[in-house]
């Protein structure tokens, strides 16, 4: 209500302290992001660069190839690998922690792939848009494993903004429609019904994601929901989140805050 808006001015909303610690300028536009294990942060430009900052948004490593492509997605929760898939080229990469590139896939001709996350099992999970799908890609073989027919269960007009399997579960946002949650086999759970969601991460067991005004964060086990209202300083992509921080990604800048739950 007013009163949280009121409070706003002071720093203190609703229950949340939150305080502005660093603005990160940025040289190019951002298409995407992504937070490790240990909260270093990476950042993918329109340039078809990668950056890594530590928590304190000091750059670490870059990573700027001689053949770019469009960075479509970016993971790197698992600290030793990071992934960018690249939809243009049908593409993924794998860069070590100190952005060095491992190696590079092509995806089976057999697939157009719009989404793309690695599994636990060191498998992919994509939405193939060729067949309104979703496949699991066995790497190492290169072969198709668990295919979902998604009609019937997903919008037709579906909107695939983002994906990731946490805790083996697979999410898949539609930036219409919600969140769809599937199970590791590939079987349809449930749909979360939040519009507008171009992007999500985790933080134990809580989905997060912007929504309006808030960081709104929401246990994937209980269902219970809160949200953290922030400073309309400028418009965010996305939010990426430690216990105790806020990344709030613009198109050329990060705003580092502080916050804590009283």
Known sequence: GPFCLLLLFFGSVCGQAISLVK????KNLVVTGSIDRGGNIYIADKKGS?????SAGVLLHTYSPDRKGKINYLEAWETLNVLLFYGD?????YLNRFLTQLA??????NIFASLLTPSA???MWVFDDSDFTLKKLNTGYNAIEIVTDLSG???????????????????????QAGIYVFDNLGNYIRTLTFSNVHYFSF??????FLSGNNVLFYDIYTGEEWTIPIPLEQEYKLVLATDTRLYLVAERSIDI???AVD
């Open 104 to 109: 590079t896939q092509r995806l089976p001709q």
């Open 153 to 175: 269960i997903v919008d037709v007009n579906f909107q695939g903004a983002h994906i990731r399997e946490y805790q083996h579960l697979i999410f898949m946002a539609d930036s």
């Open 23 to 26: 603005k990160v300028p940025l």
């Open 203 to 208: 933080l134990q067991n809580k989905l997060y």
């Open 50 to 54: 990668l950056y890594k900052m530590d």
């Open 121 to 123: 099992d060191n498998s």
């Open 257 to 259: 805050y502080q916050y």
């Open 89 to 93: 080229l049908q593409e993924y990469r």
